[in-house]
């Protein structure tokens, strides 16, 4: 896209930008680092997890800061609008997603450094996620609604395994009453990794919003997909 | 050249002004290339563009301002209320009262401000004794906001108040001959912020009764005041769509750079 006559534009909203791509990346490192820790039972790695999230409670609120001032200097309209509008948005989606990173963390000191016995689909769920996010960052770098749309499609999966998951564990537990508490445990972590997953997919809705100014929240994906399709690329 | 958005915001149906294939040339200078749209009654369009898009061509067009300039001339149509303004037999006098006008710069007639809107009924015959001018006045001067700042000083000169008074007057002197129309060419460019909220405020209210179409070249003050925006550029309208969608989403590109401040 062209640059704004007014220079400082540009980099007002670059630097909001970059402020972004930062918090995508550590909300993304801490998400990963709090699996490792409950996969290994690293208790210290969880306690820095849960320290990192500091941070990332603080780019947010740098992020707020940089977009009020951009309201207020720039008044912007159409893209930029849009752009500005949808960062707000979006920090608050990374910003839970870190409290749920610090969430599993603590879960992680919680059981003292056992692992899941039983660890059913967390792995799984674990890799999907992780992926989701990468993609939902790529879509937001890119601003492509395209990439967006396929983060939407692709949360049903997280949602299906943990559907699935419930149901085994509830078997498991019927099963093997000693587990019971154990299993609670991990049916917390994976109720988290798909509030994650839930996060993930707002962030690719205001993609979508950003790029082409469609409000898709609560929109089947399908529908969105033939929003996308049926419209010249002007 | 450039097509307008292909989804019309206003249908003909709707358009109580409707300007189809107009084009304009300044002697051998084609300003205007062929513009079509609608206007909608009591609803407020805004135009929007660079200087020497076309706008205030356009806008002149409505009540022919521009027969008055030399070797000017035009093609295409424009309706008001299903007739043609530009018809041989159309009392171009009588077009202007049907289709007021507020300037860039306030105008008022260098007369008190009772005679300011008393002036025009008087010629058409609209108020015909002392008591019904009187309460015209007021009334006209109650509806442009004005009353309260003026009603012990009606006999003073015009001129004497400020330039947001000045324009409120303007704007109650246009409304005293019943229009339909009130044409606005950049209403508010001469005035302090809180003139100009005093006018948009007006703007708001008048859009009740009438039907308003304002040229400005300021992008937030169409995006509060008005309900449609029409994008002009090198006199094509290059985008014409509900106000929200022009602000938040604009369809074509040059609408977005134009906007955003990312032209040139």
């Not at chain 1, 610090?102 to 059981?111: E, F, G, R």
Request: hydrophobic share 40%; aromatic share 6%; charged share 25%.
């Amino acid at each position: 896209m062209t640059d704004h006559i007014l220079h400082r534009f540009d980099k007002d909203l670059e630097d909001l930008n970059t402020h972004m791509e930062r918090m995508f990346k550590l909300v993304r490192k801490n998400i990963k680092q709090a699996m490792e820790a409950l996969f290994s039972g690293d208790i210290a790695l969880a306690e820095s997890t849960i320290e990192q999230d500091k941070a990332v409670n603080a780019l947010e609120v740098e992020v707020d800061e940089m977009a009020r001032q951009l309201i207020v200097i720039h008044q912007p309209v159409a893209s930029d609008l849009r752009f500005v509008f949808a960062a707000l948005k979006i920090v608050t989606d990374l910003e839970r997603m870190g409290d749920l990173a610090a969430s599993i963390a603590q879960n992680v000191k919680q059981l003292g450094g056992q692992v899941p016995q039983e660890d059913f689909q967390l792995p799984l769920m674990k890799e999907l996620v992780i992926e989701q996010l990468k993609a939902a960052r790529n879509a937001y770098r890119e601003r492509d609604p395209v990439k967006a749309q396929a983060v939407i499609e692709r949360d049903r999966t997280i949602d299906e395994i943990h559907a699935a998951n419930q149901r085994i564990m509830l078997t498991y537990m019927a099963e093997n009453p000693s587990l019971i508490s154990h299993c609670m445990a991990v049916a917390n972590i994976a109720k988290v990794i798909e509030r994650i997953g839930d996060h993930v997919t707002n962030v690719a809705e205001m993609v979508i919003y950003v790029a082409r100014g469609h409000e898709v929240r609560h929109t089947d994906p399908g529908r969105i997909l033939e929003l996308l399709e049926g419209e010249d690329d002007d | 050249m450039n097509e307008a958005s292909s989804a019309e915001p206003v249908s003909s149906a709707d358009a109580m002004i409707g300007i189809d294939g107009l084009r304009l040339w300044y002697g051998d200078h084609e300003v205007l290339h062929g513009v079509s749209l609608g206007i909608r009654e009591r609803h407020v369009t805004a135009f929007i563009g660079p200087s020497g898009c076309g706008k205030s061509t356009l806008l002149r067009c409505v009540n022919r301002m521009n027969d008055r300039i030399q070797g000017c001339r035009l093609e295409g149509s424009v309706m008001l209320d299903g007739t043609d303004i530009y018809a041989p037999d159309v009392d171009v006098v009588q077009l202007r009262t049907r289709v007021g006008m507020v300037f860039q710069k306030p105008n008022p007639f260098p007369k008190t401000i009772y005679e300011n809107i008393a002036y025009a009924p008087r010629i058409h015959g609209i108020a015909r004794n002392g008591v019904a001018m009187d309460e015209l006045v007021e009334n006209c001067l109650h509806r442009a906001g004005l009353w309260e700042e003026v009603k012990d000083k009606l006999q003073q000169p015009g001129t004497a108040l400020s330039g947001g008074q000045q324009q409120r007057l303007c704007i109650a002197r246009t409304i005293a001959v019943r229009p339909e129309v009130i044409l606005m060419d950049e209403p508010c460019s001469a005035l302090d912020p809180i003139a100009t909220a005093k006018i948009e405020e007006l703007i708001d209210e008048l859009k009740n009764e009438f039907t308003i179409v304002i040229v400005t070249h300021n992008m937030q003050q169409a995006a509060r005041v008005s309900d449609y925006t029409a994008f002009f550029y090198l006199g094509d309208l290059i985008e014409y769509a509900d106000t929200s969608t022009i602000f938040t989403a604009p369809n074509k590109t040059q609408t977005e750079d134009y906007i955003t401040g990312r032209f040139g």
